[in-house]
């Protein structure tokens, strides 16, 4: 079975851009989560989505904001972009409750910021 | 608010030993606790997992106990070899979310 993947693995962007950002979870799996992983703050949640509804939020700004499809597949957005955005971007899937099932993650998209 | 903690940031263990990784958790209310390994440019990895009906659990090479009473984690790797070169993290599951501690860096000394 494949693995959580994330597209794409790299980007660099300007400050006041936006980015999207894809993660196809495992087969199988309904439930998408999303985390940032900086030096500073280590790994922070984001959001979490089930059934194309986001189920579960964290401390984020607006800027950041997601969705997901009827397969499963979930997309993150930010929106003008600043400098402390640049971070490692992760997406984990499991099968239906991130509290009782394992999360599986994905390679990461590494976000610079200039 | 509610944290979970890495007693050390840095591990270093000699090649064929055990090593025992350590974390402190403050919310009772969690249930479910995960370790994960990540190395150099990939995402973390599952390692091993524990529900709070449990104190011990052993995977391969893995062991991972929980003690309650002191909310208190640790994850014990047997025989320890280059590749479990690595940043460890434990994570606790409440209310549908992961909060991830800190992190240890193991690093394998040959």
């Known amino acids: 079975k494949a693995g959580v993947t994330q597209t794409p693995r790299y980007l660099i962007k300007t400050r006041g851009q936006q980015v999207t950002l894809s993660c196809s979870p495992i087969?199988?799996?309904?439930?998408v989560s999303w985390y940032q992983q900086t030096p500073g703050q280590g790994l922070q949640f984001l959001f979490e989505?089930?059934?194309?509804?986001?189920?579960n939020k964290g401390n984020f700004p607006g800027r950041f904001s997601g969705r997901q499809f009827s397969n499963s597949r979930s997309e993150m957005n930010v929106s003008t972009l600043e400098l402390g955005d640049s971070a490692l971007y992760l997406c984990?899937?499991?099968?239906?409750?991130?509290?009782?099932?394992?999360?599986?993650f994905g390679p990461g998209t590494r976000l610079t910021v200039l | 608010g509610e944290s979970v903690g890495l007693h050390l940031p840095t591990l270093s263990v000699q090649e064929g030993d055990n090593s025992i990784i350590n974390c402190a958790y403050s919310?009772?209310?969690?249930?479910?606790f995960i370790w994960y390994k990540q190395e150099s440019g990939k995402g973390p990895q599952f390692i091993i997992d524990?529900?709070?009906?449990?104190d011990k659990r052993q995977g391969q090479r893995v062991t991972v106990l929980l003690n309650k009473t002191v909310k208190h984690l640790s994850l014990q790797i047997a025989a320890t070899q280059p590749g479990d070169s690595a940043v460890y993290f434990c994570?606790?599951?409440?209310?549908?979310?992961?909060?991830f501690g800190t992190g240890t860096r193991l690093t394998i000394i040959p």
């Open positions: 087969s199988g799996h309904r439930s």
């Open positions: 984990a899937s499991s099968l239906n409750h991130p509290g009782t099932d394992t999360q599986y």
């Open positions: 989505y089930f059934s194309e509804t986001q189920r």
């Open positions: 919310n009772s209310a969690s249930d479910y």
């Open positions: 994570a606790e599951t409440t209310n549908e979310k992961l909060t």
């Open positions: 524990i529900r709070s009906n449990m």
